[in-house]
């Protein structure tokens, strides 16, 4: 047999798809066999390969065992002479397994190829060829003077830029999207290294052939197309430590130790220097919304002052310039923090959150205006025009930037629901009619197994997957199976998907109904309840708001409940420590043997069990009243625990 192929995917079914039927087309004529080694996807790629590509020979993971390991797995069932690595989300010309099998026959030095790669824009991609990276190489990459040099042996190493990009040469780094690998380099110089569980096997394995005693090539008498980033999230945290820690693991196996110090500073440098920028970047990005509206609100506060005062006073300067430069600002940034507080920022967009917000925010201004001595109260006509303003301004803001984003001005299809639903064979098909018989209109009903050992005909996944379901299927409401699944599992895999904007409800062991709070849907007699998690992006809020304005009153108050509390030295620093987010006034009892499977909080003042005086509690007991405040998070629980146990803060 002359080639064998091995593709590894990772949830990127239309991509797989385009590409083995690239690769169906290029096999013409040639002795070949395919190999897809799923690593636990769950976006259809599995059923997608046994209907569309049955000669396919398809390795079905129960987990991501990395890109090595994979790869591995093929390799060593692999007949081939010839073994090609490649990645799922590329496209192969017509010709260009005949070229690329031509060229290694002519050259027999030759133990691995490499061949020219554009992206999904037509723009070549500089990993197409590699130098050796070597502390120099990296550190003229990273400080950016390849970019300065772009064609410079010297400075343009990494990417091998004194080399055009039609000239077939020799390299020493071959790129992993598609590597063309001779079967016996392979059997002498060994298979890739699987600690590199992704990144950096390529550069291991290319390094290896050269001290085989081989050559790598470089060959640009044909193309592939690489859709780039697709299987990975490049811009992320997560890949920059991933990847220079594979760069650190080939220092360390392959440099001297002088050279790995070296290197391992420079990657240490890097790492820290992109999450200094990724965490700026969040603070930004958080920020930049609330800051927009800012300066779009004081333009529009401007705008209103001369109109008001040339109209009403007839004097275009009757307000005095401390009003704009001072009063303005702090009109806009009460009525922005009370938006805020009422959820006018969260990713789901509510008008509602917007006027109610706006609403709170202008009572807060009159009750401050009121309370101003008369040289300081400019205008209670201003108060009002501007909070309505405010309202009219942020509603078509938000309008445009949807439509901006979407091109289209209505926000109905934001709203569709995606369900999925844990649990057994029969208890998901059980909801699924019942979610049916509702007035919910589900727009799409996935089912997720509560066992590991799931039917992939009739599952998505399982619940060891779920945060790849949500994101791949765009899931925004999520349904728990209570007979499958015990309480504490299902807080804990609310606690993992916190971060996420997804609705979360229990349906008990019940024929004909699911519990629920704030939705009663009248068909069949069924409820529908949002289970309220604590670690909901509202709740996280409410909460720490809770914190910060209980913190500040009781801190003003210290002269009076010096009198009041048992320890007030103790009740000063706890104050303090809550004002800093150090702590928080209510959390778990840490008496509870199980508290880890709950949703991370801050050590607490006080606990659930502060309400129930002169009782001793069991273990399952206490575990029972910390999940019950987790998955029904409420404030007003934490202000009448707080204000009952006001001696002993």
Not at 235 to 247: D, H, K, P, Q, R
């Amino acid at each position: 047999m002359r080639l064998s192929i091995v593709i590894v995917n990772y949830n990127v079914e239309h991509f797989l798809e385009h590409c083995l039927y690239s690769v169906q087309k290029a096999l013409k004529d040639i002795d070949a066999e395919m190999f897809v080694v799923d690593n636990n996807s769950v976006d259809g790629s599995i059923a997608m390969i046994k209907d569309k590509f049955p000669q396919v020979k398809l390795i079905e993971n129960k987990e991501n065992v990395g890109f090595a390991k994979a790869n591995n797995q093929a390799i060593r069932i692999s007949k081939g002479e010839y073994v090609l690595l490649l990645n799922p989300d590329t496209v192969v010309e017509e010709d260009t397994f005949v070229k690329c099998l031509d060229f290694m026959d002519s050259h027999q030095d030759c133990g691995g190829l490499g061949v020219k790669m554009i992206d999904g824009n037509g723009k070549i991609l500089k990993e197409s060829k590699r130098g050796f990276p070597t502390p120099w190489v990296c550190f003229c990459k990273m400080s950016g003077l390849i970019k300065i040099f772009p064609h410079s042996k010297r400075y343009a190493g990494y990417y091998m830029g004194d080399i055009s990009y039609n000239q077939t040469h020799q390299v020493d780094i071959l790129a992993g999207a598609f590597m063309l690998i001779r079967k016996v380099c392979l059997d002498k110089v060994g298979l890739l290294d699987e600690t590199f569980f992704m990144y950096g096997e390529d550069i291991d394995l290319s390094y290896r052939i050269t001290k085989g005693g081989y050559k790598n090539y470089y060959f640009a008498d044909t193309r592939i197309i690489h859709y780039k980033g697709e299987s990975t999230k490049k811009g992320s945290l997560n890949y920059v430590y991933t990847f220079y820690n594979a760069m650190d693991i080939f220092a360390k196996k392959h440099l001297s130790k002088k050279q790995t110090f070296f290197f391992s500073l420079i990657i240490k440098m890097a790492i820290w220097l992109r999450a200094f920028v990724a965490f700026f970047a969040r603070i930004f990005k958080k920020i930049l919304l609330p800051l927009i509206d800012f300066i779009v609100l004081y333009v529009c506060f401007y705008l209103l002052e001369k109109f008001w005062a040339t109209t009403y006073w007839n004097d275009v300067d009757y307000y005095p310039k401390h009003y704009l430069y001072f009063a303005i600002p702090c009109y806009i940034v009460i009525l922005l923090f009370s938006i805020y507080i009422s959820g006018g920022y969260s990713k789901k967009f509510k008008p509602m959150k917007i006027l109610s917000g706006v609403f709170f925010g202008m009572i807060t201004l009159l009750v401050f205006y009121s309370l101003m001595p008369a040289s300081l109260r400019y205008s209670r006509a201003m108060v009002l025009m501007g909070s309505i303003m405010t309202f009219f301004t942020l509603l078509i803001g938000r309008y445009v930037l949807h439509f901006i984003k979407k091109g289209h001005w209505t926000m109905e299809n934001d709203d569709e629901n995606a369900y999925v639903i844990v649990g057994d064979k029969q208890e998901t098909q059980r909801v699924t009619q019942l979610l049916r018989n509702t007035n919910l209109k589900p727009e799409f009903i996935g089912l997720v197994s509560c066992q590991e050992n799931e039917d992939r005909n009739y599952f998505l996944g399982n619940i060891n997957q779920m945060e790849d379901i949500l994101r791949i299927y765009k899931i925004n409401q999520v349904i728990f199976c209570s007979k499958n699944l015990s309480q504490s599992k299902i807080i804990n895999i609310m606690s993992k998907l916190s971060k996420t904007s997804v609705t979360f409800t229990i349906v008990p062991e019940v024929a004909d109904f699911i519990i629920g709070s704030n939705n009663i849907n009248t068909p069949t007699d069924i409820y529908v309840m949002n289970v309220n998690n604590i670690n909901s992006e509202d709740n996280r809020r409410k909460k720490r708001l809770f914190d910060f304005t209980t913190s500040l009153v009781l801190l003003i108050a210290t002269p009076i409940l010096i009198f009041i509390e048992k320890k007030p030295f103790r009740a000063i620093k706890n104050n303090f420590l809550v004002l800093l987010s150090i702590k928080t006034y209510v959390g778990y009892n840490d008496k509870d043997d199980n508290m880890k499977e709950l949703p991370q909080l801050k050590k607490s003042v006080f606990s659930t069990q502060n309400n129930i005086k002169n009782i001793t509690l069991d273990n399952q007991t206490l575990h029972r009243l910390n999940l019950i405040y987790a998955r029904n998070y409420s404030f007003l629980t934490d202000l009448d625990i707080v204000i009952k146990n006001l001696r002993n803060i």
